[in-house]
C-alpha cells in the first residue's frame, strides 16, 4: 500500500461501562488520542468514552461515513456482537498503536484481522 493512500475510519469506542459511541475519521490514532483527552465530542468526554474497541478502514469516506450509519442504526445487541467477534476481552486496540510506525493504521488493522493478535 501506497504511504500518501488516504484511509477512512469507523471506529467504535467505549468506556468501563461499556458505554459505545461509533465515528468516523480520516485519522484513527489522532481522533482516539483526542478523545482519551477528552476533547474528541461532548457525549464521549461526559461519559469518559476513550477506549477503543473497534475500528474498519476504508479506502473512501463514501463507503466509510455508509458504514458508520449503517451500524448506528443496529440495536445495541449487535454492535456488540460486532465488537466482540474481533475483541472479545474489550481491550482498548489504542494500546497497540505503538507497535506500528505512526499513520500505520492499514497496517494495524491487517495484523488485528489475524486470529493470533487478540
Not at 494500546?95 to 484481522?113: I, K, N, T
Request: charged share 25%.
Amino acid at each position: 500500500m501506497a504511504a500518501n493512500r488516504a484511509r477512512f475510519y469507523v471506529y467504535i469506542l467505549s468506556n468501563k461501562s461499556r458505554t459505545i459511541y461509533v465515528g468516523v475519521t480520516n485519522d484513527l490514532e489522532s481522533r482516539v488520542a483526542s478523545h482519551k483527552a477528552g476533547i474528541g465530542s461532548e457525549f464521549t468526554n461526559k461519559y469518559r468514552i476513550n477506549r477503543l474497541v473497534y475500528f474498519e478502514d476504508f479506502a473512501s469516506v463514501t463507503e466509510a461515513i455508509a458504514r458508520e450509519k449503517e451500524i448506528k442504526t443496529w440495536i445495541r445487541c449487535r454492535k456488540l456482537a460486532l465488537i466482540e467477534s474481533v475483541n472479545p476481552t474489550w481491550d482498548d486496540l489504542a494500546d497497540r498503536f505503538r507497535q506500528f510506525p505512526s499513520g500505520e493504521c492499514a497496517s494495524f488493522a491487517v495484523w488485528l484481522s489475524s486470529p493470533s493478535s487478540l
